[in-house]
């Protein structure tokens, strides 16, 4: 089993960054994919980003050129900068890691952004 913790949520006007910051509990099992996901109220949860061990990333198309993930494969951790901050950014984030055989999902950080 592991556990997700979330950190880096917040309240922030528009124009301004926030970096959210998710930790696995277990730092010796293999994470293929780590990254974030966002759900706004009344709307589907939806991609925000992800990255494979490689390093690779992938984003969603309302994020991209603002938002950047990185992570910390010895560490098993996986950071999202996000700048440029718009009001419909506001949703929940929810840290999810994929090991190929399990799906881990976190219990999501509120991030707010005031017009």
């Known amino acids: 089993q592991v556990q997700l913790v979330e950190s880096g949520g917040g309240l922030v006007q528009a124009g301004g960054s926030l970096r959210l910051s998710c930790a696995a509990s277990?730092?010796?099992?293999?994470?293929?994919?780590m990254g974030w996901y966002r759900q706004a109220p009344g709307k589907q949860r939806e991609l925000v980003a992800t990255?494979?061990?490689?390093?690779?990333?992938n984003y969603g198309d309302s994020v991209k050129g603002r938002f950047t993930i990185s992570r910390d494969n010895a560490k098993n951790t996986v950071h999202l900068q996000m700048n440029s901050l718009k009001p419909e950014d506001t949703a929940e984030y929810v840290c999810?890691?994929?090991?190929?055989?399990?799906?881990?999902w976190g219990q999501g950080t509120q991030v707010t952004v005031s017009s």
């Open positions: 990255t494979l061990r490689d390093g690779a990333a």
């Open positions: 277990r730092n010796r099992v293999s994470i293929n994919k």
């Open positions: 999810n890691a994929d090991t190929g055989r399990y799906n881990y």
